[in-house]
Every structure is written in C-alpha cells, then in structure tokens.
C-alpha cells in the first residue's frame, strides 16, 4: 500500500526537518518488506486568504485533488480517536491487506481541517490532548509509520 503524506505549511531547514526526513527515511526503506510504501509527501503554503473558513476550505479543496481515486484518507485532528503504536499498525495492515492501494495521511494548517473533510475521512486521528506544533507533528506522523513498519515486520524498535 502507497503511503503518502500531506501537510499544510512547509518545513524549514532545521533539526525539526532532518529529523522528520530520518523517520520518513527509515520508514521508506523498511517499508516495502511489510508492504508499505512511501508514495510522497506533499506540502502546501498555508492559504492566505482573510478568514479562517475559507483558509480551511482552500486549503481542503487543494488536499482533495491530492488524494488519489479510492485512497484511505487519514486526518490528524485534535477531535480524532487517539490509537496505540500497536493499534496504528494493525490499522495500517489492515488496509494493506484488504487490498487498498492508497493512503494519505493529513496535516492540516493552523486553522484546523475543512469540516467537510473530516465528515469525508475514514480516519480522524488525535495525537494526544496537548496541542502540537506543526512540525512536531510531522516528526511525530513520521516516527509511527517507521515504528508501524517495525511492528508488523517484528523488529525489536517497540518494546512494550
């Protein structure tokens, strides 16, 4: 199954990206031994326009025609289910075996997601209670793809 990553903003030279591009690394490297692979990372700008509505619906509107046709769409969201490492692997393998092709998995900006996405999503997924950064975030996203890689793979990376 082809992962691919969106994420509103643009991450800028700094360790926060050198350490989101070592998990997105590992993660393509190791991937494709359980199935799993990286199909891109796509980054937008954040929409300029002048409210938040339609920055969020701009913004949306540009994550749609990103998503390939028949694609598992994965919104990361503070009203989302929060999964385990463990429950996020068996998620990723189940979709990988029930045949899907695609996944993308979603940023959105600061002004959160279109609701309308997230009415269309089939996963809306909450990182945690606190508020996070977007580049923590996109390290974050990254790091699980990695660790559910090693999870299905049984590479000793989690321990429990």
Do not use: C
Request: a positive charge; glycine letters at 10%; hydrophobic letters at 40%.
């Amino acid at each position: 199954m082809r992962i691919s990553l969106f994420a509103v903003g643009r991450l800028k030279t700094g360790p926060e990206k050198d350490l989101a591009s070592r998990y997105i690394d590992r993660f393509a490297k190791a991937g494709p031994a359980v199935g799993l692979e990286l199909a891109r990372v796509v980054e937008i700008n954040e929409s300029r326009a002048s409210n938040a509505e339609t920055r969020k619906k701009e913004e949306g509107a540009i994550l749609e025609k990103s998503l390939p046709e028949g694609s598992i769409l994965v919104l990361l969201d503070e009203r989302g289910k929060t999964l385990g490492s463990e429950a996020f692997a068996d998620m990723l393998g189940r979709h990988r075996d029930g045949g899907k092709r695609d996944m993308m998995i979603a940023i959105g900006g600061a002004d959160g997601l279109d609701p309308d996405l997230r009415a269309r999503a089939d996963l809306v997924l909450n990182l945690g209670s606190m508020t996070w950064p977007h580049q923590i975030v996109r390290i974050l996203i990254a790091e699980q793809l990695y660790r559910a890689v090693t999870i299905l793979s049984g590479h000793p990376y989690h321990r429990v």
